[in-house]
């Protein structure tokens, strides 16, 4: 994990929940951060209603740190942003939340300390407290349905964070087995075989339709480009049809189907 | 908004808690989504404890489907993503929320319906489940801490979709005031006013560093970029100083500091 140094700090403002403090930091923990910074919470601290909701992230409640005002919680910082859904008065820049990810990753890279500033649950953050950071983030909501829970933006902000120091924005922490399709060989030793256990049944009816029927056949086998193993997977079940299929010209089964119907 | 049908559904399978219900139908409505499908929801339906943690989100709660099974609730789709944090056997595409988001959206663009499983809040989805989907969508969490609440993996997927069909993932739903440079004229014309009234204090001393000193200020004053509206800020608080501060060479103000300190 990164040094919290060099994370930015999630500082919520006047939170009124502890459950909602609880969850911006599980939020936190999902997304590898560490730093959170309390001001003035409304019910006190420390709370266990926090620490219930935090489902485990017991350390970003530990270390959670207290402050009386909100120039006190980002004195140390050199580059702050603030989450609003309100569009504000005044000189500041407006950044999305990739934005705004980027520009403190960035930052970070060269030694600033960054903070995101959260807003009360009910009022958001006041305009003097928007005054003290550098620059706005907004996110790209339904305008009709904007408002966002504080442990929500919080996700959100700790998830455009994480994915700013991915060498790729698809990254994710595991791949898929590596499904690069079989070679082609495989897959027509397969298709040769099937084409002669269907022509055993008189599948292929009229004769004149054959060709197209194969192609079509073919064409449909081809186009999920089957593994090794998928492959191996399909021609195990058409083997198993193929097998306890009661057929004219093999000895009868000695299995389960015995004696009745088709 | 979007119609509905050119939406994923959100389809919870067997969630537990009709607090979480209420949260991931929030966060649907904060990005834009309107379906929303339960599969066995554990408490049943309708529940009030959903409605209420759904915040004024009525229109989803209300519209919510339910269903007995995972394979019915995605029967009428054409492709299906399962989300997981956990690595799965088999052969399905893993991708990251940005991937499994584009390709939905230009999946409906090409009128398929789409669906994003998820799971229960303790155990997520099983196999058999996992199985129904085209793809499983996965987050890039820290691996230490990997276990997302239900709500926030809808609000991730819900944000993803909403960004999916911005021009620019960069957009937000408001922008800063636009703040282009003035043009030049006026802050030359600031600071040449600047230059004069600090040379009747005295600032510019010893005489011969005169020229450093106002390279130094031209470039401060430059490097913001301050636009028109930022300028007249400034000149007018620089004004305000000039005016009211008592000055040998002025006839005493009539003002507020008369008299005394410096």
């Known amino acids: ?153 919080v996700l959100l902000m700790s998830y455009e964070w994480m994915k700013s120091g991915l060498a790729a924005e698809t990254d994710t922490v595991f791949r898929g087995v590596d499904v690069a399709p079989a070679r082609r060989e495989a897959l027509l030793s397969l298709i040769d075989w099937l084409e002669t256990a269907l022509d055993e049944r008189g599948y292929f009816r009229p004769a004149d339709k054959k060709p197209k029927m194969l192609d079509n056949l073919r064409s449909v086998l081809t186009r999920p480009g089957f593994s090794q193993p998928e492959l191996a997977v399909v021609r195990g079940v058409l083997a198993s049809l193929d097998a306890f299929h009661p057929r004219q010209n093999k000895a009868p089964g000695e299995g389960r189907t015995k004696g009745t119907g088709a």
């Open 1 to 153: 994990m990164e040094h919290p140094d060099t994370q930015p700090a999630i500082v919520l403002v006047e939170p009124q929940l502890g459950e909602n403090i609880g969850m911006a930091a599980r939020a936190m923990a999902n997304f590898g951060l560490a730093s959170l910074r309390l001001v003035n919470p409304r019910d006190g601290w420390p709370s266990e209603k926090a620490r219930a909701a935090a489902s485990r992230a017991d350390s970003v409640i530990d270390s959670a740190i207290v402050f009386a005002a909100p120039a006190d919680a980002v004195g140390d910082m050199n580059f702050i942003v603030a989450t609003t859904a309100r569009q504000r008065d005044g000189f500041k820049p407006v950044l999305s939340p990739v934005e705004a990810a980027r520009e403190m990753r960035a930052r970070a890279g060269a030694g600033q300390r960054c903070a995101i500033l959260f807003g009360r649950e009910k009022f958001g953050l006041f305009n003097d407290e928007v005054a003290l950071a550098d620059a706005i983030v907004t996110f790209p909501v339904d305008p009709d349905f904007s408002s966002l829970n504080i442990a929500q933006a």
